[in-house]
């Protein structure tokens, strides 16, 4: 066996920087459909917040809609953004093994959290089912947590790296 191979933790960190590598791709995939379609990418938050159907919304109140809009498209750019910087991160120092990314990466589990506590806090209609949010935030932060766990040993394990 090589010295590679005998690496602890060596399949735990390869299915850990695929699994980060992933969720970053879906993000940047998701944050795309928000700049393309805008708020009609996913009517459902609007539905949950305004308490009335997304084309009645459409119809009542266009400038409100403008706005919610606006701000669909710009957390799109935040995603792809997000996605971007945390890809490039896994790829260039989370895969080389370098422990100060392995600590960075969980600003993503805790920023689905964020995402999650943001919306379960917040004040929504009775009449709509809750904001798709509420259930991809979760499911996020459970496979990052499972992705850095998975990869936990090479960083402290016997060999893991320092720097």
């Excluded at 066996?1 to 960190?13: A, F, N």
């Excluded at 995603?79 to 990466?105: C, D, N, P, Q, Y």
């Excluded at 009449?127 to 996020?140: K, N, Q, R």
């Amino acid at each position: 066996m090589d010295e590679k191979q005998r690496q602890p933790g060596r399949i735990g960190h390869r299915i850990g920087t695929g699994i980060l590598l992933l969720v970053c791709a879906v993000l940047v995939l998701f944050g795309l459909g928000d700049i393309r379609q805008g708020q009609d990418a996913d009517p459902a938050i609007a539905n949950a917040y305004t308490g009335k159907d997304w084309e009645q919304v459409k119809i009542d109140s266009p400038a409100e809609v403008r706005l919610i809009d606006l701000n669909t498209r710009a957390g799109g750019l935040h995603m792809i953004v997000m996605g971007i910087m945390a890809g490039v991160v896994t790829w260039m120092s989370f895969r080389k093994g370098e422990r100060w990314a392995w600590f960075v990466l969980w600003l993503l589990p805790a920023w689905s959290v964020g995402v999650f506590l943001l919306h379960f806090l917040s004040e929504r209609s009775p009449d709509f089912l809750p904001p798709p949010p509420m259930v991809s935030g979760p499911i996020f932060a459970g496979v990052l947590v499972v992705g850095l766990g998975v990869s936990a040993r090479r960083f402290f394990g016997p060999q893991g790296k320092t720097t």
